[in-house]
């Protein structure tokens, strides 16, 4: 008994003719009929009633039909149990990592084209969870994290655009803006438990330029920061990229730095194919 015949027996009981069976397994009408008539001589009974214009199966056939279809499903399931499996990261990131990650996954495709690799869209505390429980192999974040099993690969140094309604005095300077030059304007923010980041990095520059911060009104959850700027004309904000819309004008200044670096677990060494992810990463892409 062969797992063909069985094959072909299943075919022809569920197509109701040699015919049709052989289109379903692309093989000739001959040869489905000569391996159903084998497995027949070697049962010692008939599998079809061949007398009808539909082949029916005889209670012999009826008796071997659920065998024959868990013996395929248990083939079927050993060798998918046992073939190679490709290789596959799982990236954690956010919405802002998404054209430096996509630049980074094209390029390890075109060399690893049989690869998986997944862009897990999730907020900072469940990106680290993610690491930490092995969810996801990495992790894109901005600033730090402190955690035992956990560590960081410095990957590179964004820089923050700072926005402005486009009629806004410092929108058409030659010369990024400094925090001196700033502090004379209401800055717009979503509250810090939203953003303590960008109130962080905002902080962290106006204390070293020994400078002020003026605080607007803060940007509610759900309002668009291009209409709050198109609002208050007379107002700054701080984004992590461009978002290329009408009205606004953005500028990038050194004042406003933040590290981006790969989260991974302390006990999880990088396969090759993280490797080069994390390389590719770390490259001569343009941060935008």
């Given amino acids: 008994m062969e797992f063909r015949q069985l094959e072909y027996v299943a075919a022809v009981a569920e197509t109701g003719g040699f015919s049709r069976a052989a289109q379903r397994c692309f093989v000739s009408q001959s040869a489905i009929s000569h391996q159903v008539a084998a497995l027949e001589r070697e ?11 539909r082949v029916r199966l005889t209670e012999a056939g009826e008796t071997l039909l659920p065998f024959a279809r868990d013996l395929l499903a248990m083939r079927d399931a050993a060798i998918a149990a046992t073939a190679p499996r490709p290789e ?6 956010n919405m802002s990592f998404a054209r430096s990650a996509l630049a980074a996954v094209s390029a390890v495709r075109e060399q690893h084209p049989e690869a998986e690799i997944d862009f897990l869209i999730k907020p900072f505390t469940q990106r680290i969870d993610a690491v930490a ?12 994290v402190d955690r035992d099993n956990l560590y960081l690969d410095p990957l590179w140094v964004d820089q923050p655009v700072i926005a402005f309604n486009s009629r806004h005095p410092l929108a058409a300077g030659g010369q990024a803006p400094s925090p001196n030059d700033l502090a004379a304007y209401p800055l717009l923010l979503p509250p810090p438990e939203r953003q303590v980041l960008l109130h962080r990095l905002v902080q962290q520059a106006f204390t070293r330029a020994d400078a002020e ?3 607007g009104p803060e940007i509610r959850e759900g309002h668009s920061v291009a209409f709050e700027l198109v609002n208050r004309p007379d107002a700054w904000t701080v984004l992590y990229e461009d978002p290329l819309q009408p009205g606004i004008s953005c500028r990038r200044s050194l004042s406003f730095t933040l590290p981006v670096s790969a989260v991974l677990r302390v006990d999880a060494k990088p396969n090759a194919l993280v490797a080069e992810l994390l390389t590719e990463l770390s490259g001569g892409f343009r941060r935008n």
Avoid: K, P, Y
């Fill in 133 to 144: 429980s092995g969810e996801a192999d990495l992790a894109l974040i901005r600033g730090t």
């Fill in 43 to 53: 049962l010692g009974t008939e599998l079809f009633d061949r007398s009808q214009r």
């Fill in 88 to 93: 596959r990261v799982r990236i954690a990131a």
């Fill in 213 to 215: 911060i003026r605080f």
